[in-house]
């Protein structure tokens, strides 16, 4: 398998400016989640996804942040407008869910974002 | 509030130094504790997942242990290749997500 896949890799944008990153998560999972590392706050949840459904968007930090995942293998993560202090790594991660067991998820490469 | 607090912030070892890293956590229904190593420009990687106390699991020079309270990640004669940062996880009961520390900082000098 190819693993969680997530493009583009590095992103320099200017203020103001419309970011889309994209994520292809590994077949067959049902979830897939989206995070921000920074070094300040560490990993941040931004929001999850099972079968498609937004479940939790409680840590997308304002309105200017939005999620979508139109099918199974297909996800993004949109920020409109870009502001300097979104400079951070996003990761997209996916897990298979079990039935009464726990998911490891299995994280991208993660794309670097730049506003400047 | 779940918290999950690793330490130390960074550790520096000589190869072959063995050493233990710390997770302690509070969360309400620990459903599963998870261990990553992540290296600089790449995503977490998974390691472990351990699901009640007692529970131990190992993989190389890597072994990770679990208590009611803290999960320890022990590291048996290290090698240059082991340096990352380590982080460690928690996933509670009705909640798919997970909450993560903020890492150890490993570095193994030969």
């Known amino acids: 398998d190819a693993g969680v896949i997530q493009s583009p890799r590095h992103e320099v944008t200017e203020m103001g400016q419309e970011v889309t990153l994209r994520c292809k998560p590994i077949?067959?999972?049902?979830?897939l989640f989206w995070y921000r590392q920074t070094m300040m706050r560490g990993l941040e949840l931004l929001i999850y996804?099972?079968?498609?459904?937004?479940?939790?968007d409680s840590g997308m930090p304002e309105d200017r942040f939005s999620a979508k995942m139109p099918n199974a293998s297909f996800s993004t993560l949109k920020i409109q407008p870009s502001e300097p202090r979104d400079s951070a790594v996003y990761f997209c991660?996916?897990?298979?869910?079990?039935?009464?067991?726990?998911?490891?998820?299995?994280f991208g490469p993660g794309t670097r974002l730049t506003v400047l | 509030e779940d918290q999950v607090t690793q330490s130390p912030e960074a550790l520096r070892l000589q190869e072959g130094e063995s050493s233990s890293l710390n997770c302690s956590y509070t969360?309400?229904?620990?459903?599963?504790l998870f261990w990553y190593r992540q290296d600089p420009g790449k995503g977490p990687e998974f390691l472990f997942t351990?699901?009640?106390a007692g529970e131990e699991k190992e993989k190389e020079r890597l072994k990770a242990t679990l208590t009611k309270k803290e999960s320890f990640l022990h590291i048996t004669a290290p090698k240059p290749e082991d340096s990352a940062t380590y982080l460690c996880?928690?996933?509670?009961?009705?909640?798919?997500?997970?909450?993560f520390g903020a890492g150890t900082r490993l570095t193994v000098k030969p």
């Open positions: 996880a928690v996933q509670v009961y009705n909640n798919n997500d997970m909450r």
């Open positions: 969360v309400s229904g620990l459903r599963g």
């Open positions: 991660a996916s897990s298979l869910s079990r039935q009464g067991g726990v998911n490891e998820q299995f």
């Open positions: 351990l699901y009640s």
């Open positions: 996804f099972n079968n498609n459904v937004p479940i939790d």
């Open positions: 077949s067959g999972h049902d979830y």
